[in-house]
């Protein structure tokens, strides 16, 4: 690694870090990457949900999104 640093934890996080580090044949720095990926698409999935329900209740948002689902429909046809 080009540079590392020092975290503390909580010896049953490292403890934990290390268990599934080791059933993934992963590092503790490729867990805890894969965890913060994990993170960032579950918070992209949750912003997503709360843009929909957003739409599904303005009706003006919600006939524009028919339009755009129709001319994909169309394209999609070609």
Do not use: C, F, N, Y
Not at 30 to 48: F, N
């Amino acid at each position: 690694m080009a540079g590392t640093t020092t975290v503390k934890v909580q010896t049953s996080t490292r403890d934990l870090l290390l268990q599934i580090g080791a059933t993934r044949h992963q590092s503790a720095d490729q867990v805890i990457l894969a965890a913060l990926a994990a993170m960032e698409r579950d918070e992209r999935r949750k912003v997503a949900a709360a843009e929909a329900r957003a739409i599904k209740d303005d009706p003006a948002d919600l006939a524009e999104l028919r339009e755009i689902q129709r001319d994909m429909a169309a394209l999609h046809e070609r």
